[in-house]
């Protein structure tokens, strides 16, 4: 509601006319005549006045203002060169302003990946989620998170270890960063990414903000990749909005016995989401065309063998250089570029082809 009086009055005549109106019907009288009201809409409108005067009522912007230059962040809202523009595809939901920490031109290229998951996170979906940012770092994506632990955290320092950008959406206000056990994370993330809110400094992070604050995850991604989940989760939440966004979203599947995984499972079941377990896979949700990727980079002899020597799975230098032909030298040689130019990807064991059709 309040965004939908922001969009058609105005934010400042928009908050001018709250604080006037003293019945919800005052405040209607505002709107233009062929607005659209439903049956419901008055009575709904007179709650969220009552919210907004309650809110208005304690609401100290100063306060919040000097909080923020104290943690050394910035304001920022649609109309700033820097505002992600995923979060226009939210309509009247998307958030009037946000409150951040860090680097103003992380979202500068605009290429971002939602990677979200179980705060209990099994070995493997930590692995995976190392591979498949570090493949997309090695693409220029920022990859965005929620902060928690588990495989939030785990997108975020994959990211920092592979000297890519991240972004942590918060819950709560900027002052109260959650969970305490990542401070230090949070501090890396400012360093080359951002820490973000839609919520004012002093802001406690409560359980249906956590919700609220998915929204975000999903709409800031161009892409939502979900790793380890249950099948009641957040993360599940996450990939709802990604699917009324109308964003691609990926699951990556995992043990038929794993509750981890239980959500995973019941989003591709659901065809909610397409089956992730390939950097190529990763690449193809994101709308990057790899299956002719060796035609357009003109490869050299070295770098065609080394490529062709890969199967389906990931393999070491060792490997490539027996089944190439090459010396160790060679192969390293090879690898590297072939990585500079986004067509093999480092993995925790070794190499992978960035899609298993090249």
Same mark, same amino acid.
């Given at each position: 509601?309040?965004?939908?009086?922001?969009?058609?009055? +105005? &934010?400042?005549?928009?908050?001018y006319?709250?604080?006037?109106?003293? &019945?919800?019907?005052?405040?209607?009288?505002? /709107? @233009?005549?062929?607005?659209?009201?439903?049956?419901?809409?008055?009575s709904?409108?007179?709650?969220?006045?009552?919210?907004?005067?309650?809110?208005?009522?304690?609401?100290?912007?100063?306060? %919040? *203002?000097?909080?923020l230059?104290?943690?050394?962040?910035f304001?920022? !809202?649609?109309d700033?060169? $820097?505002?992600?523009?995923?979060?226009?595809?939210?309509?009247?939901?998307?958030?009037?302003?946000?409150?951040?920490? +860090? #680097?103003?031109?992380?979202?500068?290229?605009?290429?971002?990946?939602?990677?979200?998951?179980?705060?209990?996170?099994?070995?493997?979906?930590?692995?995976?989620?190392?591979? /498949?940012?570090?493949?997309?770092?090695?693409?220029?994506?920022v990859?965005? %998170?929620?902060?928690?632990?588990?495989?939030?955290? #785990?997108?975020?320092?994959?990211?920092?270890?592979? #000297?890519?950008?991240?972004?942590?959406?918060?819950?709560?206000? *900027? $002052?109260?960063?959650?969970p @305490?056990?990542?401070? $230090?994370?949070?501090?890396?993330? #400012? !360093?080359?990414?951002?820490?973000?809110?839609?919520?004012?400094?002093?802001?406690?992070?409560?359980?249906?903000?956590?919700?609220?604050?998915?929204?975000?995850?999903?709409?800031?991604?161009?892409?939502t990749?979900?790793?380890?989940?249950?099948?009641?989760? +957040?993360?599940?939440?996450?990939?709802?909005?990604?699917?009324?966004?109308?964003?691609?979203?990926? =699951?990556? @599947?995992?043990p038929?016995?794993s509750?981890?995984?239980?959500?995973?499972?019941?989003?591709?079941?659901?065809?909610?989401?397409?089956?992730?377990?390939?950097?190529?896979?990763?690449f193809?949700?994101?709308?990057?065309? &790899?299956?002719?990727?060796?035609?357009?980079?003109?490869? &050299?002899?070295?770098?065609?063998?080394?490529?062709?020597?890969?199967g389906y799975?990931e393999q070491?230098?060792?490997?490539?250089? =027996?089944?190439?032909g090459?010396?160790m030298s060679?192969?390293?040689?090879?690898?590297?570029? /072939?990585?500079?130019?986004?067509?093999?990807?480092?993995?925790?064991?070794?190499?992978?082809?960035?899609?298993?059709?090249?």
């Open positions: 509601m309040a965004g939908m009086l922001r969009r058609i009055l +105005g &934010t400042e005549e928009a908050l006319e709250i604080r006037r109106a003293k &019945t919800a019907k005052e405040l209607a009288s505002v /709107l @233009p005549e062929d607005f659209f009201r439903a049956p419901a809409f008055l709904t409108l007179e709650d969220s006045l009552e919210c907004w005067k309650r809110r208005l009522a304690t609401v100290n912007v100063n306060r %919040s *203002l000097d909080s230059d104290a943690l050394s962040g304001l920022m !809202n649609s700033s060169p $820097d505002w992600p523009k995923g979060l226009l595809d939210l309509g009247d939901s998307a958030p009037a302003a946000m409150w951040a920490m +860090g #680097k103003r031109s992380a979202f500068k290229n605009q290429k971002t990946l939602s990677v979200v998951g179980a705060r209990i996170a099994s070995p493997y979906g930590l692995e995976v989620t190392r591979d /498949l940012v570090q493949s997309a770092v090695s693409k220029d994506y990859v965005v %998170s929620g902060g928690a632990l588990g495989i939030d955290a #785990k997108a975020h320092r994959s990211a920092l270890d592979a #000297k890519g950008e991240t972004v942590a959406i918060m819950a709560g206000g *900027l $002052d109260r960063l959650y @305490p056990r990542n401070l $230090d994370l949070f501090e890396e993330i #400012k !360093n080359s990414g951002l820490v973000i809110s839609e919520m004012p400094p002093g802001t406690s992070p409560a359980r249906w903000r956590f919700l609220q604050r998915n929204r975000l995850i999903a709409a800031i991604g161009q892409a990749i979900v790793v380890e989940a249950g099948y009641k989760s +957040g993360s599940i939440n996450t990939a709802g909005h990604a699917n009324e966004l109308d964003r691609p979203v990926g =699951a990556i @599947p995992g038929i016995n509750t981890r995984s239980a959500g995973c499972h019941r989003l591709i079941k659901e065809r909610r989401a397409e089956l992730i377990s390939t950097p190529g896979e990763l193809e949700l994101l709308g990057q065309d &790899t299956l002719h990727a060796s035609a357009n980079f003109g490869l &050299t002899g070295n770098q065609t063998r080394a490529l062709d020597s890969f799975f070491g230098t060792e490997r490539v250089a =027996a089944i190439s090459m010396t060679e192969a390293n040689f090879a690898l590297d570029s /072939l990585e500079r130019i986004g067509l093999v990807v480092r993995t925790s064991s070794g190499w992978m082809k960035t899609s298993n059709t090249l």
